[in-house]
Structure formats: structure tokens, C-alpha cells
Nanobody
Framework: QVHLVESGGGLVQAGGSLGLSCAAS????????MAWYRQAPGKQRELVAI???????DYADSVKGRFTISRNNAKFTVFLQMNSLEPEDTAVYYC??????????????WGQGTQVTVSS
């Protein structure tokens, strides 16, 4: 099993910044993709940003130029720096990791979610 723990959510005014962190723990794991998703009330969960083990990143169009994803492969952590926040960014943000455990067991794990609220 891979356990993900998120931190860093909170309340911020429009135009402000927040940073989210996610740490993965498990036994001898190899993580391929680490990503951030979000889910606003009444909406489907959507991909916000993804970072592959090879260093490739991609973003939802709505956050390009404002959010930055980064990861520390040695520490199995991923970060999301969110700048120029807008009320539309208000959502529960979830960390996701995909990869393999010992024995080639595939995993696709989610964190518990952290609330981000942007006031206008």
C-alpha cells in the first residue's frame, strides 16, 4: 500500500498564493506519475497538474501560468505552488500517485484531500 498525506490548504484572498505538499510512504515503491486533482462542489474531479518521473509536467488550461507542480523523487513528495488564485480555484485538492511496489504490484493511490478556498 502507498499512503499519501497532503498539507497546505487554507483560505486566501483572490490574487494570493498557496502551496500544497504531498508526501508518499510505502515499501520500496517506484512512483511514475504524481499529480494534483481538484473537485469543486457539484463538479467532477479534474486533473490540475501532473509530473512524471522523467520530469515532464502538464497543466489544465485553467491554471497554466499560475500553478507550478514540482516533485522530489528521492523523498517521494510532490508540491503545487498556486499563484494568482481566483475564486474559481476553490475546491478540495487531492494528491494522486501511480507506480509499482515490490513484485510489480501496480498502485493508484489518493490522498485524503485538502480544502482550498479563495475569497473574492
Amino acid at each position: 500500500q502507498v499512503h499519501l498525506v497532503e498539507s497546505g490548504g487554507g483560505l486566501v484572498q483572490a490574487g494570493g498564493s498557496l502551496g500544497l505538499s504531498c508526501a508518499a510512504s510505502g515499501i520500496a515503491l517506484v512512483i511514475n506519475d504524481m499529480a494534483w486533482y481538484r473537485q469543486a462542489p457539484g463538479k467532477q474531479r479534474e486533473l490540475v497538474a501532473i509530473a512524471t518521473s522523467g520530469g515532464t509536467t502538464d497543466y489544465a488550461d485553467s491554471v497554466k501560468g499560475r500553478f507550478t507542480i514540482s516533485r522530489n523523487n528521492a523523498k517521494f513528495t510532490v508540491f503545487l505552488q498556486m499563484n494568482s488564485l481566483e475564486p474559481e480555484d476553490t475546491a478540495v485538492y487531492y494528491c494522486n500517485a501511480k507506480g509499482f511496489l515490490i513484485g510489480a504490484t501496480y498502485f493508484d493511490s489518493w490522498g485524503q484531500g485538502t480544502q482550498v478556498t479563495v475569497s473574492s
